[in-house]
């Protein structure tokens, strides 16, 4: 059971270019969640998505766009690349929103920005 | 969400149970204590969770007070692999996000 799966798990790019992270579940979970964490920092939420075809805004959402696929996929997308985008993300997916299910993280993408 | 403080740092002896403290004095009545731990650069893993009993898992026990106003986290035999950042997080369960503070970084030692 892999849970959850991000590619690329790392990625260097130059300002202003595009890329998109991917991130999978195979929890038949509803909500998934896009997170970042700097350099000795927590974590902040950046846009999630309760359920499939509904995304909501996080703390940080600004310079990013995100896409519900399917109830599997959530992918985020950098339309044009910033170096205070440099971070790792991270996403994670629960089951029932409203409900006390714990988030379950993938294991990163290393993003830098030059 | 409720804040919580957690102690910056702890070193534990292999094989010695590990109890982590967590302050929550503001929780209110429907948020549970969620516990996470990040093993270096790793993505944050659940550990355990609660609303006011105390909780027992493969990885660890989690007591709760009376007054819900802290809990502490326990890893029963603490191994070099425990070495970690935990988190203590009061969330709802109609919250969207998980909140991380700066945690406790667990040092486990021969």
């Known amino acids: 059971n892999a849970g959850v799966t991000q590619t690329p798990k790392f990625q260097v790019l130059k300002t202003g270019q595009s890329m998109t992270l991917q991130c999978a579940q195979d929890?038949?979970?509803?909500?998934m969640y896009w997170y970042r964490q700097d350099p000795g920092m927590g974590l902040r939420l950046i846009y999630y998505?309760?359920?499939?075809?509904?995304?909501d805004k996080g703390e940080v959402p600004n310079g990013y766009n995100v896409s519900r696929l399917n109830k599997r996929e959530f992918s985020l997308r950098l339309e044009s690349a910033a170096p205070s985008q440099t971070s790792v993300y991270f996403c994670?997916?629960?089951?029932?929103?409203?409900?006390?299910?714990?988030?379950?993280f993938g294991d990163g993408t290393r993003l830098s920005i030059l | 969400d409720a804040k919580t403080t957690q102690p910056p740092s702890m070193d534990c002896a292999e094989g010695r149970a590990a109890n982590l403290p967590c302050n929550h004095s503001?929780?209110?009545?429907?948020?549970?204590v969620y516990w996470y731990r990040q093993i270096h650069s790793q993505g944050p893993q659940y550990i355990i969770h609660g609303l006011k009993n105390n909780e027992t898992n493969e990885m660890a026990s989690l007591i709760i007070t009376e007054d819900r106003k802290s809990s502490t986290l326990i890893l029963p035999h603490a191994t070099l692999r425990d070495t970690a950042v935990y988190y203590c997080i009061v969330r709802s369960g109609t919250a969207s996000k998980l909140t991380f503070g700066t945690g406790t970084r667990l040092q486990v030692t021969l």
């Open positions: 503001t929780i209110s009545g429907n948020e549970y």
């Open positions: 929890m038949n979970h509803n909500s």
């Open positions: 998505s309760a359920s499939e075809g509904t995304t």
């Open positions: 994670a997916s629960s089951g029932v929103r409203g409900s006390n299910q714990p988030q379950h």
